[in-house]
């Protein structure tokens, strides 16, 4: 079973927004809602390595949708958009279309076609993510959080510890600073802090490794973060 594709919607109008997010939910994808420009260019900061997709009204408090795809393009530019909009002038549309918005869709439209459309874009678009993560005799599942560990055995992980496993894992041998990992994995008002995160590294070293205390996988860098390195 594949992982689900997750959607950004952003998009002022709250009927419409609540509307797009529970079709797109009923079609078993993971949604999360942005209603002002400020309030969807931190989403998007945040979830940018897990997003697939993004619906992006045009005019919207703050930052308008076209500077924002500017900006979402600039930190993901192979990340899929389509904008959703009353601006049904040609000029609007050949302008979005230029900032390297997937399609153009203007209000009102009919469900069902947004849905296929949006569909056929992921097909076109996405690579399948990778279930399972290998290393050595461990594993990881990401959609069911159990791992292998190393002496065989099969257990349940935490949604944040599989977040920080897939953070790491997917960036290999690449240092990942603790202020990105607390960014992208907690909320503002969870003060999270880099015991919290050397604690959690701790813990896969006993999951992961042969020697805790000599680690071949997961490794501390001093005063910057932490890096995942899969052969050692």
Request: aromatic share 8%; charged share 25%; proline share 4%.
């Amino acid at each position: 079973m594949p992982t689900p594709y997750n959607i950004l919607i952003v998009e002022d109008e709250e009927s419409l927004a609540s509307t797009l997010a529970l079709n797109l939910k009923l079609e078993n994808y993971l949604v999360i809602v942005a209603r002002s420009g400020n309030e969807a260019l931190k989403l998007f900061t945040k979830n940018r390595s897990t997003l697939n997709l993004v619906l992006l009204d045009v005019m919207l408090p703050d930052i308008n949708g076209f500077d924002l795809c500017k900006e979402f393009k600039v930190l993901e530019p192979e990340l899929p958009v389509i904008f959703l909009t009353a601006k049904n002038q040609t000029a609007d549309k050949i302008g979005g279309l230029k900032l390297g918005a997937d399609d153009y869709i203007t209000k009102p439209f009919d469900l069902e076609e947004l849905l296929l459309r949006i569909s056929n874009l992921l097909k076109r678009t996405q690579k399948e993510t990778e279930t399972v993560f290998s290393f050595g005799n461990c594993s990881i599942n990401f959609l069911t959080y159990e791992i292998v560990d190393v002496r065989g055995n099969n257990q349940n992980l935490s949604k944040r510890e599989i977040g920080l496993l897939e953070l790491l894992t997917s960036q290999p041998n690449k240092v990942i600073s603790r202020d990105e990992i607390i960014e992208k994995l907690w909320d503002v008002n969870e003060n999270a802090s880099s015991r919290t995160i050397d604690n959690y590294i701790l813990n896969f070293r006993k999951y992961f490794e042969i020697n805790p205390k000599e680690p071949l996988h997961f490794h501390s860098i001093r005063g910057v973060g932490y890096k995942f390195i899969a052969n050692s």
